[in-house]
């Protein structure tokens, strides 16, 4: 089993700043994609940002030129570094991971989804 868990969320003003980490534990021998994705009431949950593990970076128009995400693969960590938040960027956001078990797995290509609990962003003055 593989454990997902956020931090870093909280109430920040319009215009201000959150970093989100979102640490990855358990039985890990590589992860592929490391995304993040956030989701408000009645919405469907929507991608925000991913990162490969090459570092590859894919945004959501929204968020482009005001978040950042990046990853530490030593650390099976992974970043969002939020900038200019607007008061529609708050939601909760949830950090997801696609991850190879086992080296006879990533050989096979057969990877499994997990997701954190996610974590909340509240912008409002």
């Known amino acids: 089993q593989v454990q997902l868990v956020e931090s870093g969320g909280g109430l920040v003003q319009p215009g201000g700043s959150l970093r989100l980490s979102c640490a990855a534990s358990?039985?890990?021998?590589?992860?592929?994609?490391m995304g993040w994705y956030r989701q408000t009431p009645g919405k469907q949950r929507e991608l925000v940002a991913s990162?490969?593990?090459?570092?590859?970076?894919n945004y959501t128009d929204s968020v482009k030129g005001r978040f950042t995400i990046s990853r530490d693969n030593a650390k099976n960590t992974v970043y969002l570094e939020m900038n200019s938040l607007k008061p529609e960027d708050t939601a909760v956001y949830y950090c997801?991971?696609?991850?190879?078990?086992?080296?006879?797995?990533?050989?096979?290509?057969?990877?499994?989804?997990?997701w954190g609990r996610g974590t909340q962003v509240n912008v409002s003055s």
């Open positions: 997801n991971a696609d991850v190879f078990t086992s080296a006879l797995l990533l050989w096979k290509r057969r990877s499994y989804n997990y």
């Open positions: 358990g039985s890990i021998f590589r992860i592929n994609v």
């Open positions: 990162i490969t593990s090459g570092g590859s970076t």
